[in-house]
């Protein structure tokens, strides 16, 4: 692995993201890209653009080539600032080598922060006017067929939730979500003032779904599946 090195790099590019049936492709524009693999180094990348019309821009570091030769996993930290908030992942990607698709496996923590929930307000479907303070974060363990969501804490000004939730199911099967929720606090008409106003209904425009809708994700989280423990 000595003589084998990697690298990537963009300008100017405009991609999207979601293009499956029934989603709704995001936008995004790369101004740059750079990530690199060298022979005798770490993974590296940056990247500046924008999405969704929120200017970013974000790093990432990750394992050598040779302990990704080794272990079969690459392990990663990703960190993106946009306008006052702050994402970051860490996390590891195992079963690289594996010779069945069904054996990959990705862990990883995340965490969201923003002194004003409206700085990505053009990501999580709330109001560019919103003042209070975000701060989401948990942990992700997922396979093919199932994925488990752990340590859940949201706290989005006077609301606190904590809690998990896990799927199974086959691949192109639709799976059942259980989530168990805990809302420690809530004030409803605060929170109903975080959110931007409903644009008006359109007549026959069809039956309503219960889903989660975010505007980052080009499909909404169905929730008619969803079993809930509060």
Not at 7 to 17: F, M, S
Not at 68 to 95: K, M, N, V
Not at 161 to 187: M, Y
């Amino acid at each position: 692995m000595r003589g084998l090195s990697a690298r990537l790099a963009a300008d100017e590019a405009r991609l999207t993201y979601g293009n499956v049936a029934g989603g709704r492709p995001v936008g995004l524009r790369l101004d740059r890209l750079e990530v690199a693999l060298p022979s005798r180094g770490r993974l590296r990348g940056l990247a500046r653009g924008v999405l969704l019309d929120e200017p970013f821009q974000a790093r990432l570091e990750g394992s050598d080539l040779d302990s990704l030769a080794r272990d079969g996993q690459l392990r990663f930290e990703l960190q993106a600032d946009a306008s006052g908030a702050r994402a970051s992942l860490a996390g590891a990607l195992r079963g690289l080598g594996a010779s069945v698709a069904s054996d990959a496996e990705l862990s990883l923590r995340f965490s969201l922060a923003a002194a004003r929930a409206g700085t990505v307000g053009r990501w999580l479907g709330l109001s560019p006017e919103a003042t209070v303070p975000l701060d989401l974060r948990g942990r992700i363990e997922a396979r093919p067929d199932r994925a488990h969501l752990s340590d859940l804490a949201l706290r989005l000004g006077e609301l606190r939730v904590t809690g998990e939730a896990g799927r199974e199911g086959p691949a192109g099967i639709a799976p059942r979500i259980q989530a168990r929720l805990a809302v420690e606090s809530i004030d409803v008409d605060a929170l109903a003032r975080l959110l931007p106003p409903r644009p008006p209904r359109i007549p026959n425009a069809g039956g309503f779904e219960a889903a989660l809708r975010l505007p980052i994700l080009p499909r909404g989280v169905p929730l008619a599946d969803v079993v809930f423990d509060l």
